[in-house]
């Protein structure tokens, strides 16, 4: 049966870029970021967990800041490379159905892996940069959506790399301009040679890297061009959601505000003044946000430890931080022990050697080592034992 002229099928492609040489070293290098970025994702989602069966180090305190970084550097850079890929490949998706039932339903089903492997892993490429643009389209939960899409394009990507194996070692040990493996009618040349193809995909990749990777390494800031948070703001380091934004301006700046420190029935409640005549500490640790950018601040303020002493906690104490903001998933959080016990952990009341500013969570925030930025409680209110 013949196909009608119009419907283009894999044989209206006839440019000879669109090979297994080329998509085999590509595919390669998008495996490669899709694993970084997978790896590094359970990181992050583990952190998150309010239960730790294996409770989550506090070092070293750049630790979550590294990880983080390069999942959003390595989810970044799979961006052209899956652009690239798909170009290579979507011919292929075209070949006309076969006639045989045997081989239709083996077509099929690697269709359908196909079908789950490209639609996870464009939704993940795209809520994650949705996500550190913080544009928020959609109704569902980013953070458990993303992780279990995850699951869907590693899953398919395992099998995609299993069925794909020989291919990719045959054109990997060849060649690139090599053409066993080529569609029959795939012969015309391009306005690139195929190694040029290649060093164009590299070069974007990297050019995509170089202008996002500021957001986390320092000596990158100044040619990042894209990244969506450039390492300034007040006191050295940037802000995620401001005072205002938050609606705590007018309860933060309340001269009456007090910290309630609360053990079961025993509480106490500090100002600023009576927080500020505590023995005082400094630690210079990073603020690592989800969202991949990340910045090193010198805090100052009361160990956590030593405020838990005045209401006689216990070691193994965990606690539960309240903001003033008065809703908002970050409103509350979790400290696992392992934070409370680290004398690192403290209440900072001051940053880069000033009193805190109201948008880097004055009158007084949380600040522990290798934490989650979006757990690292702004805002202070209450800070309570867990029975
Ligand atoms: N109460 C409260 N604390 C918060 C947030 C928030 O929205 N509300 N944002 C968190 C996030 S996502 C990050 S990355 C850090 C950023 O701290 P910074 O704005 O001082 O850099 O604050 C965290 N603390
Ligand atoms: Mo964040």
């Keep these: 049966m013949k196909a009608p002229a119009s419907l283009p099928d894999q044989h209206s492609f006839s440019s000879r870029l669109r090979s297994a040489a080329i998509s085999a070293r590509v595919g390669t290098a ?41 999942h959003v550097i390595s989810g970044t850079a799979a961006v052209p490379l899956l652009l690239v890929k798909l170009w290579t490949v979507y011919p292929l998706l075209l070949a006309r159905p076969s006639m045989r039932l045997k081989r239709l339903v ?7 892996s196909i079908l789950v492997l490209v639609g996870s892993a464009l939704f993940l490429l795209v809520t994650g940069l949705q996500n550190i643009s913080h544009w928020y389209p959609w109704a569902f939960s980013f953070r458990s959506t993303h992780y279990a899409m995850a699951w869907i394009a590693i899953g398919s990507l395992v099998l995609h790399v299993a069925v794909k194996l020989p291919l990719v070692r045959h054109a990997l040990s ?25 060093r164009a995909t590299w070069l974007a990749t990297g050019a995509v890297v170089l202008a996002t990777a500021g957001s986390t390494v320092p000596f990158l800031r100044r040619v990042s061009v894209l990244a969506v948070r450039s390492g300034e703001g007040p006191q050295g380091v940037p802000i995620n ?28 409640s500090l100002s600023r003044e009576e927080l500020l ?31 838990l002493d005045l209401v006689e906690a216990p070691s193994d104490a965990e606690v539960v ?30 940053l880069s050697g000033e009193e805190l500013v109201l948008d880097h969570g004055f009158p ?22 867990r029975a």
């Design 364 to 385: 007084a925030r949380l600040i522990a080592p290798n934490r989650p930025g979006v757990l690292q409680t702004k805002w202070l209110a209450r800070i309570e034992v």
């Design 321 to 350: 931080l309240t903001s003033l903001q008065e809703s908002g998933p970050f409103r509350v959080t979790l400290l696992q022990s392992g934070f409370v016990e680290d004398d690192r952990t403290l209440v900072a009341l001051g």
């Design 174 to 198: 060849h060649d690139v301009e090599d053409t066993e493996l080529d569609r029959p009618g795939a012969t015309e040349p391009g306005p690139l040679s195929r190694r040029g193809l290649l």
């Design 277 to 307: 005549a505590l023995p005082q500490h400094s630690e210079e640790l990073p603020i690592a946000c989800v969202e991949g950018w990340s910045a090193s601040g010198t805090w100052s303020g009361v160990r956590l430890r030593d405020l």
């Design 241 to 268: 959601k401001t005072a205002e934004d938050a609606g705590v301006t007018d309860a933060a700046r309340d001269p009456g505000w007090r910290l309630e420190v609360v053990n079961d029935t025993r509480s106490v």
């Design 106 to 112: 083996v077509e099929l089903a690697e269709r359908l």
């Design 30 to 70: 998008l495996a490669v970021c899709f694993g970084l970025a997978f790896l590094t994702g359970l990181v992050s989602h583990y952190a998150q967990n309010p239960t730790q069966p294996v409770p989550f180090p506090t070092s070293p305190a750049w630790g979550y800041r590294f990880t983080q970084g390069l």
